[in-house]
């Protein structure tokens, strides 16, 4: 949210306001004369900066802003103490204003002296060669892809992180909240927690799979079998993949037994004592949430 006037504006305004206090005609005591234009954006990359081409929706944010504070009143945790809720500055800056200047050309005169268009220009034109001779814009270069686009590449696991698609990105945001919710928050342990996400998901797909196939005029779409079927070449991958483990740790206990590879003797029982110190504890203790 910002107020964008060209500085000869600002300097003609109080050039007319001193004057008409100077003439004693009209009376402009404690008046509001709101000078300002709107603020316009359109030209302001076209020579210098490039304009961020993530944007998040209004609404997501106010999501997200609620979620937050639901989980700091949770927690009891709050660092600063504010006198405004941060939902309602969100909404303040997710708005556009316009200020009415009409008051300013009844009482005082003011008429711009530059047009909006043209103090942008000048105000480009005035810091564009700061911008082009700095490092920043010599050796950056806006195509080249980030580390992390390069990282991720371009599947599911990219478009999610990346905020490539908002849709998916947010869903997938909610379900983490609410399992973090349903596994931490609820004071139940990690088994029953589990057991009862379990009985649940089986509930609901139970009563999708007894549902007609129209509803009062909107058509259910069935899930098909095929969505449940696990393709063979998954299961013998599954099975390799626990055989060779297994074997790995069978041959790990032969070379513990030998007594020969001390090395490999002090990892385990360092892992062994980190995962009896993590056992004694539980999840909400050791996420720093519990007491």
Known sequence: MSDFTYVENVAHAHICAAETMDSWVVSVAGKVLLKFERYYSPNWSCQLHCRPFIKVPTWMVSYVVILSQYIHDKLGYRMYKYSVSPHYIVQLASRNRTFDCS?????????????????????????????????????GNFD???????????????????????????????????????????GKTFTSSAAQLLLLVTAILYGYGILASDICGFAVQNIPSSCFEIQNSDVKNSIRSISYMWNRVVCSIRLLAKGEDWSRFFKVMAFLYLFKWIVSYSLAVLVGIGK
Do not use: N
């Open 103 to 139: 008051a300013a050309q009844k009482h005082l005169g003011y008429s711009p002296v530059v047009s909006l268009e043209d103090g942008i220009k000048s105000t480009v034109a005035s810091f564009s060669h700061l911008s082009k001779d700095s490092s920043f814009m010599r050796f």
């Open 144 to 186: 080249e892809q980030s580390k992390a686009e390069k990282l991720l590449g371009s599947g599911i696991v990219a478009d999610v992180l990346l905020w490539r698609d908002e849709r998916r990105t947010f869903m997938c945001f909610l379900i983490l909240a609410l399992a973090f919710y349903w596994f931490f928050f609820c």
